[in-house]
């Protein structure tokens, strides 16, 4: 490290933060919004509860009733749900109610299924559509136009000047 900018050689600290790898994306996600999993790790394991939110990126979902955890909103301490990572949980099996693998098929019309590993029994996906945010209004009330926008409304007054 002789003639190194100093920027360079905090780059190539060992403790930097750049270093830090990235979680790995999964390829195939088995779990969406609306699935019913149960919680298979840490001190809520067996407790069931609904998927709301899934974030792919970093690999964790949201699941309502689990891991809840206290935050401070508008002064006040509210009991929230924070993210678990997709590994802690697992589908219910729809025949026997308890939790299962799940893998991917095809059947034989050639529609991409999930299966439970216990059973053998199709998963169904749950309908995604009524968790896609509504599209925005256009309010033509609150919408300038463009026209109207540009147009010059700034008219010089002259200041008379003290004599």
Not at 2 to 20: A, D, E, T, V, Y
Not at 44 to 49: A, D, P, S
Not at 54 to 70: A, F, I, P, T, Y
Request: charged share 35%; net charge positive.
């Amino acid at each position: 490290m002789m003639n190194l900018h100093p920027l360079q050689r905090f780059l190539m600290r060992k403790g930097s933060k750049i270093n830090k790898r990235l979680p790995l994306k999964i390829k195939d996600w088995k779990l969406f919004r609306g699935d019913t999993v149960a919680m298979m790790k840490k001190k809520e394991r067996g407790k069931t509860g609904t998927i709301t939110h899934v974030d792919k990126d970093k690999s964790v979902v949201v699941v309502e009733g689990l891991n809840m955890r206290r935050r401070l909103m508008d002064g006040k301490f509210v009991m929230a749900e924070q993210a678990i990572h997709y590994s802690n949980l697992q589908l219910l099996d729809p025949e026997s109610g308890k939790p299962t693998r799940a893998a991917w098929r095809y059947t034989e019309e050639g529609e991409k299924v999930r299966i439970a590993i216990r059973s053998g029994a199709v998963i169904p996906i749950p309908d995604q559509k009524q968790y896609d945010e509504p599209p925005e209004k256009n309010n033509p009330e609150k919408n300038t136009s463009r026209e109207l926008a540009m147009k010059e409304t700034y008219v010089g007054v002259a200041v008379a000047t003290a004599e």
